[in-house]
């Protein structure tokens, strides 16, 4: 079976899928009308993307294609109807980067209660203001409100557990192992943006959680209170929570994902929202730890060795009907 890896992916994955008897044809960095291309010369039966955006085009002008593997748990980077519709599978890796996620998430919060980047920059820059930075309210006691009590989440609950904060989430579905482990409560979207210190967002991207925090979500939330997304940008109303901050009705925000990402061949970043004061961004790299891309590596060979060995469909993404033999 041949198998074009379109993004990095750690060399235990390669190594992994020549060992399971894979042809694989390596070009990270392919895109657009250069991957299209490569996929019609391949005729490659599987793809491996990591932030590559796979396009109707493709999965239609690439007969032999059969499987797109997405080394990463979001699949919002795939037209997941035209796939569908071609008959393409398309298979993710849910929860092998939940930990790091959440440390991300974790770390974060704690940047933004002690102002830890600001202060940085203050001494790079010869500036010393102890007193000034003396005014964290600290974390014990506070509420997070976690939106999305998945695996991310439950990783994020589970270490905030530690700092004895108060514990809030809404989901469509309750998360009983969660309620049960840490004491975490369920509550509804409003209760939890009107008392909750830090908000993070924990869940899908996609025309369904486009600007699920927006205007009126922000405006219901304490003016001491922070935003967290370490999911997918557009989540987050970008202008509206500038707008916010600026007003004096958020305290601020940190940010792993934005609304404008460049593609991982680019690198100038335009999106304005890191420049506003009380806004810390970070380069969409909650899921980029060592340990957690080799997880995702691995998981990325179980799944395409179990769809090679015996056609097997392991976390498969289209809907159910539609992959019926
Ligand atoms: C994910 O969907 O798991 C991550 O966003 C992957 C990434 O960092 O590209």
């Known amino acids: 079976m041949k198998v074009l890896i379109a993004d990095a992916l750690e060399k235990a994955g390669i190594d992994g899928l020549k060992a399971c008897g894979c042809e694989v044809i390596e070009r990270p960095g392919l895109k657009d009308a250069a991957l299209l291309a490569a996929l019609k010369e391949t005729r490659c039966g599987v793809l491996v993307v990591r932030s590559t955006k796979v396009t109707g085009g493709m999965l239609r002008g690439a007969p032999a294609l059969e499987l797109v593997v997405r080394a990463g748990s979001g699949i919002d980077t795939i037209d997941m109807d035209a796939a569908t519709q071609a008959g393409v599978r398309v298979c993710n890796c849910p929860g092998m980067n939940a930990v790091a996620v959440a440390e991300l998430t974790i770390g974060l919060m704690i940047a933004l209660d002690r102002q830890i980047v600001d202060e940085t920059d203050d001494l790079r820059h010869g500036i010393w203001k102890k ?10 006691g506070r509420t997070l409100g976690i939106v999305g009590m998945g695996r991310i989440g439950f990783e994020v609950a589970k270490r905030a557990a530690a700092f004895e904060m108060r514990l809030i989430y809404s989901d469509v579905v309750p998360n009983e192992r969660a309620e ?19 908000v993070t967002l924990h869940v899908p991207g996609g025309a369904d959680t486009r600007h699920m925090i927006g205007r009126m979500q922000l ?13 997918r940008g557009g989540i987050v109303d970008e202008e509206a929570l500038a707008d916010a901050i600026e007003s004096g009705k958020l305290a601020g925000a940190a940010m792993d994902v934005y609304e404008i990402e460049p593609a991982a061949s680019e690198r100038e970043f335009k999106d304005p929202i890191p420049k506003v004061p009380h806004v810390y961004g970070t380069h969409h790299v909650g899921a980029s730890t060592e340990q957690a891309q080799s997880a995702v590596a691995e998981e990325v060979v179980r799944i395409v060795r179990a769809y090679k060995d015996s056609g097997e469909l392991l976390h498969c993404a289209n809907p159910p009907e539609a992959v019926v033999a």
């Not at 003396?134 to 974390?139: E, I, T, V």
């Not at 405006?219 to 999911?231: D, L």
């Open 131 to 140: 007193k000034e930075y003396s005014k964290a309210r600290g974390l014990k």
């Open 219 to 231: 405006a219901r939330m304490k003016p001491t209170a922070y935003v967290i997304n370490c999911a």
């Open 180 to 198: 049960r482990e840490f004491g975490v409560r369920k509550v509804s979207f409003d209760e939890l943006l009107e008392t909750s210190d830090f």
